[in-house]
């Protein structure tokens, strides 16, 4: 199992980004000397509170550590020219030396899309053109393509990733047809943070059926974000998480299944929340049980202080990290 660490790079509004910054980057660099395999940073525009903005975050992260990947959970692939974006990341891949991992999803917020001028239902469209787009690029192809971003005529990118082919992509996915989409584009499906043993296990199968139609391997990395929290027991951990996760639902105004979520059975079903041997049972049967490869988890929320973050990575590095390694 390989195991990251989900970066919170959003703050209060009117709080200090600067000591945010310096807050990311120290929990990022404590990941990176426990062993962690990866940070992840998430992506939106227009938010109620201050977020730094993640290909640019990325850079610098990678500057400021040594082996940890760094990947996207999600960026917001649509909002962007695809041609603009495969040479940003491929200048990623460089800056961190070859440390990229790029998950990429259509977005669930019509604010952001009416902000860039993207046509709601465009935004599928995109997110299916792309992903060969971006292949083909990395690749070293010459690509001539045209969609509601634009065109190209015979265009090619002289910038090499240090990836071969270029960083690894991912697809975030809710919906059974997005789930679907992202096994017909041949990419990992990156699994969401809500769903429960039996749920879980039907998006598989969905998944795996839809690769075996489309004649792609099973053999590729299963990853998968959860909310987590680990205590001395179990008790303190839901007591610390419980707060945090109210408030972080409530404000998933258009994710319609964060409307009606369950706290309570959230917590006891979905998330890794307890002492560091229930998260090393949870994260084993993940992966025994559901082939889970990689597991991104959020730590910290916003609110959360800097030092319990930095408690939660310590911990969860020293006392579930090495058992799960196994």
Not at 10 to 30: H, M, R, Y
Not at 96 to 118: D, N, P, Q
Not at 309 to 320: F, K, S, T
Request: proline share 6%; aromatic share 8%; net charge negative.
């Amino acid at each position: 199992m390989r195991l990251g660490v989900f970066l919170s790079a959003q703050f209060e509004p009117g709080a200090s980004a600067s000591e945010g910054l310096e807050a990311i980057t120290e929990q990022a660099v404590l990941a990176d000397r426990l062993g962690y395999d990866a940070v992840f940073l998430g992506h939106h525009y227009l938010a109620q509170s201050a977020f730094l903005q993640p290909l640019q975050l990325a850079g610098y992260l990678a500057h400021a550590t040594e082996r940890v990947r760094i990947g996207f959970g999600v960026l917001l692939a649509p909002l962007y020219n695809p041609v603009a974006l495969a040479e940003e990341l491929a200048t990623l891949d460089v800056l961190s030396g070859g440390r990229i991992t790029v998950g990429l999803g259509a977005g669930y917020r019509k604010r952001e899309c009416e902000a860039f001028g993207v046509e709601w239902g465009d935004r599928i469209r995109r997110l299916r053109e792309y992903v060969p787009l971006l292949r083909a690029l990395w690749n070293g192809e010459r690509v001539t393509a045209e969609g509601s971003w634009g065109k190209v005529e015979n265009a090619g990118l002289p910038l090499r990733c240090v990836q071969p082919g270029g960083p690894p992509i991912w697809i975030g996915a809710f919906a059974e047809p997005a789930i679907k989409r992202a096994a017909r584009l041949d990419a990992p499906w990156l699994m969401g943070p809500e769903g429960g043993d039996e749920e879980v296990a039907r998006r598989l199968a969905l998944y795996r059926d839809e690769l075996k139609a489309h004649g792609h391997s099973l053999d590729r990395a299963y990853p998968m974000s959860r909310e987590a929290c680990v205590a001395p027991t179990g008790d303190e951990a839901v007591a610390l998480i419980r707060p945090h996760l109210e408030r972080q639902y409530a404000g998933y105004k258009s994710w319609d299944t964060a409307q009606g979520i369950d706290v309570d059975r959230y917590i006891a079903e979905d998330c890794l929340v307890g002492d560091p041997g229930h998260l090393i049972d949870r994260i084993r049967r993940l992966e025994s049980v559901h082939g889970v490869t990689h597991l991104s988890l959020r730590l910290q929320f916003m609110g959360m202080p800097h030092e319990q973050a930095m408690e939660q990575i310590r911990l969860l590095g020293e006392e579930v990290l090495p058992h799960v390694r196994d």
